[in-house]
């Protein structure tokens, strides 16, 4: 489940995730672990400090010294963790009481992490100092989700509350300097937990479109299928 790149384009992480009865999940071994591209291997566990917790998501910084988690926190809300790749600890980087925080995505230099969290009563995008946290910016307006950077880190994109997909361009310091509605985005999946499109290099949206006809029920009635039957099997022998 999941999958993300690893930095040399060979390698994909994932989540291993097995699905039990109705919408109950559990991780089955360890919850991250990778695969080269070409298959030349088996899928070997990514070790780290997760212990028995599940991990929902997993995000690589750019250099891979760090990578930012999302786990359930122990009040059944959702935190934004770090870990420092090789150590046996997470730290909190997100991780307010009650509050939701998802969707992680570190910015193309490596100095910010982007993340969705409603501690204002609504979901909202926010940007913080990455890996240490701290320098808080909000960068939605009017609720938002879903957050991605642009592959040049000059703007974000979010999927906003009404559906419309937002594109917010930015100066170096993460001051919002104008928002773009770019096209209503309510035909394509949705994800309030984690981004579920991606953009290309080029600004192309690469996303799932909901299924718009309904599925097709035909009948087909067969007469005398007995008779058919037994004649078919008589005749085969």
């Known amino acids: 489940s999941r999958p993300i790149w690893r930095r040399d384009g060979?390698?994909?992480?994932?989540?291993?995730?097995?699905?039990?009865?109705?919408?109950?999940?559990?991780?089955?071994?360890?919850?991250?672990?990778?695969?080269?591209?070409?298959?030349?291997?088996?899928?070997?566990?990514?070790?780290?400090?997760?212990?028995?917790r599940t991990v929902a998501e997993f995000v690589f910084g750019p250099d891979e010294r760090f990578a930012a988690l999302r786990?359930?926190?122990?009040?059944?809300?959702?935190?934004?963790?770090?870990?420092?790749?090789?150590?046996?600890?997470?730290?909190?980087?997100?991780?307010?009481p009650g509050v939701q925080e998802?969707?992680?995505?570190?910015?193309?230099?490596?100095?910010?992490?982007?993340?969705?969290?409603?501690?204002?009563?609504?979901?909202?995008?926010?940007?913080?100092?990455?890996?240490?946290?701290?320098?808080?910016?909000?960068?939605?307006?009017?609720?938002?989700?879903?957050?991605?950077?642009?592959?040049?880190?000059?703007?974000?994109f979010y999927r906003a509350l009404d559906g419309w997909m937002v594109s917010a361009r930015l100066t170096p310091a993460l001051a919002v300097t104008g928002r773009?509605?770019?096209?209503?985005?309510?035909?394509?999946?949705?994800?309030?937990?984690?981004a579920v499109y991606d953009v290309g290099p080029d600004g192309r949206f690469l996303m799932i479109r909901r299924e718009t006809q309904p599925a097709r029920t035909d009948v087909v009635i067969i007469r005398n299928w007995v008779a058919d039957a037994l004649r078919r099997l008589d005749g085969g022998r």
């Open 10 to 52: 060979r390698t994909v992480v994932f989540l291993r995730v097995a699905y039990g009865v109705g919408v109950s999940q559990r991780a089955v071994g360890a919850p991250v672990a990778q695969r080269a591209l070409d298959a030349s291997a088996p899928p070997a566990d990514l070790k780290g400090p997760w212990q028995d």
């Open 71 to 96: 786990m359930s926190g122990s009040q059944g809300d959702r935190d934004i963790l770090v870990w420092e790749v090789g150590t046996d600890s997470l730290r909190p980087f997100a991780a307010e």
């Open 102 to 156: 998802r969707s992680p995505a570190v910015s193309p230099d490596g100095r910010w992490l982007l993340y969705a969290s409603d501690r204002s009563g609504r979901d909202e995008v926010y940007a913080e100092v990455f890996p240490g946290g701290g320098g808080r910016v909000q960068l939605s307006a009017e609720g938002g989700r879903e957050p991605v950077w642009s592959r040049d880190g000059s703007r974000i």
């Open 180 to 194: 773009d509605r770019l096209f209503d985005a309510s035909p394509y999946l949705a994800n309030q937990f984690l």
